[in-house]
Structure formats: C-alpha cells, structure tokens
C-alpha cells in the first residue's frame, strides 16, 4: 500500500491504494486498465488470450500469463477485479484466484453477474477470509474518456479500500455502495432493464419516421435536433445520430439484437416482487422477435383468422391466398 497525491483540474487529493490486478482485457477491461495506468496507478493484467496481455504491456501495465503469475506480481492486501462475462466464468475465473491469495484479499467482480450469484460467491468467498465486492459497471466503450459509473454491493471497509480507484475510474459522482453483497448487481441489473426500455423507444421513433412517406424525413437531422435542447436527448441518442451521420437508414446493420440475460433477470425480477414491468418487458420481448426469421405466432394467427374468417393468407413463396368463402378449406381449396 503507499500514498499518492493526485491533482485533478480543481483540486488534489490523497489516496493511500493497493496494486491492483486484472482478469479480463475485453472492451471493458481494457479501456479500465487504461484508465487507471493513465491516472498513475500501477496495474498488472491477465488475459486468457495471450496476444491481449502482450498487448497491453506496450501501454506500461504489468503483463501476468496466469493467475498465478498476477498474484505473485501484487501486493498484499490484493485487489482483483474481474471483467469477464457473467455466469460459470466468473465462477471458474474465482475458483482458479482462490488458491493463489492471501486472507484479507478483495475479489471485485466488475461484470453484469446476476445478484443472486454475488450473494451466493460472497457467502462462499467470505468464509474462505476473502472479501467480493459485487461492483456493476456501466459506460461502455465511452467510460475510459469519460469515466464510468460503478454501483456496488459488499462490506463497506472492503470497499472504501477500492473507493480510490473507483475514484479515479468513475466520472465525478458516479460510484456509490448501495448495501450488503448483491446490492450493486440488483442496481446494475435495474439499470440495464431501463436502458432495454429506452433502446427500444429510440428504435420504434426512429422506424415511425422512417416510415413516414408523406415527408421522406432526414434520421440524422431529427437526432441531431433532438440531442440539442430537447427532452430526449441523451447520449443513447448521440450514438444514434453518429450512427444515422454514417449510414442515414443503418443499411449496413442486421436487425437482429443480442443480449438478453439482464433484461431477462429484471422482468424476473418483477414477477417475484409482483412489481410490474411492461415497458421492459415489452423490450425483452421485441428483442426476441428480431432474433425469428418467421414467426410461427404469425403463421398460427393467420391460419385460424382463415379458418375463421375466411381472411387471406400470404403463401411462403410470397403468393397470396384470396379469402376462402367457406371456412375451414385449406389454401387448394380441398377439406
Ligand atoms: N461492453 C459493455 O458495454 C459492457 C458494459 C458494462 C458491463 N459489461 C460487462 O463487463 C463484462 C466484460 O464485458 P466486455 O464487453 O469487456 O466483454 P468482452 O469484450 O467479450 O471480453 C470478455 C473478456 O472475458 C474473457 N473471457 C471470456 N470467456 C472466458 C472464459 N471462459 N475464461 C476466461 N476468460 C474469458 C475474454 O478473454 P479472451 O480475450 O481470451 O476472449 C475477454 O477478456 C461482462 O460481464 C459484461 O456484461 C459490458
């Protein structure tokens, strides 16, 4: 551990802060360790790939080629943070740690792990004498210039020890403990359902003013509009009007969208409190249906609207089927 004086643009302050190490060099964890190593601090870096850890050593950070190697090359007390995907990853990454550390020593798991989990690895981790800390990490790619914002769960002492590099990471004002284990990643989990919501809005504007043949409207232009003094603005909406500035009706991007488990954890989330949720429910399902090259649910409505109505049913082949005048014919015509 050792002191450091650092000078932001309108004041100074002093960090007493351990080395810290880090699991995972993805788009997340490499911009962090960035962040930190531009900011003085000393870091030192795994990676499963080894071309990632050689090439974060250009940048003056540490390169460790196991987990072994990066805790011999910290000092006690250890901080580790771990920014890989969520899940038995994460599990596997602690498992493989465990044996290589000291009592006393921080895991912090960076990711978007569900928070039932974190409860779960921090009962495990602190009878072992370790501390987690569930520390949900939201930004994106923009964090490294702009800074993060960290919401975390875990023993407060065990987190005023990081405080000094969430500090350091975070834009001004954007970290916070929330509460016991669990507590960062419930915060995180409700944060990324908002944000499935908000997506959501965006896409469905931006397609009714794609739609709109009476004015042949200008996307970019209404973003650029609207991200200037409107109540919409944010910066969701900047990345749309960059995106719209590149390729005005984002002909070069499929419509289909990934992710899904934070939307999902949330929406569960609201059925066990009875809370209900169905804007980001609505979101969860419409990234669902982006995922379909048909819908079997469509082809279900449009055979009983036939049977029942007689209404005309589009054929696979793109033909069309003229409304039967007797119900329950199929498309031949022949019972
Ligand atoms: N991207 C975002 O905007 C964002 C924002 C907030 C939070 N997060 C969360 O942050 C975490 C990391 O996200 P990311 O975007 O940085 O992911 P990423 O770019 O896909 O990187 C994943 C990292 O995890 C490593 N990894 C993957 N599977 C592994 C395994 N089985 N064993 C060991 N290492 C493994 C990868 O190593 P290799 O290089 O060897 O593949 C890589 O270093 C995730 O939990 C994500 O949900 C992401």
Redesign the pocket.
Known sequence: MRTVVFQFPHRFEVFSFMHVGF????????HMVLRLKAHGFRVAAF???A??VKDIEKNGVTGAYSLSELCQKLESPRVVWI????G???D??IERLVPHLAKGDIIV?????YYKDSIRRAAQLKAQGFHYLDI??????G?ERHG?CFMAGGDPKAYASVEPMLKVLAAPGGHGLFGPSGAGHFV?MVHNGIEYAMLQSYGEGFELLKHSSEFKLDLHKAAHVWNRGSVIRSWLLELAEEALQKDGHLERIGDSIGGG??GEWTVQTGIEQKTPTPMISTALNARYATRQSESFAGKVVAALRQGFGGHEVVEKDGGSIAPTPAVGKTKKGKP
């Open positions: 699991v995972g060099l993805g788009r997340m964890g490499k990676n499963r790939s071309e990632k920014m890989v995907p969520a038995p990853t994460v596997e990454m798991d960076g990711g978007n792990s949900g990490t939201s930004g994106g790619l964090g993060y995180k488990s934070t």
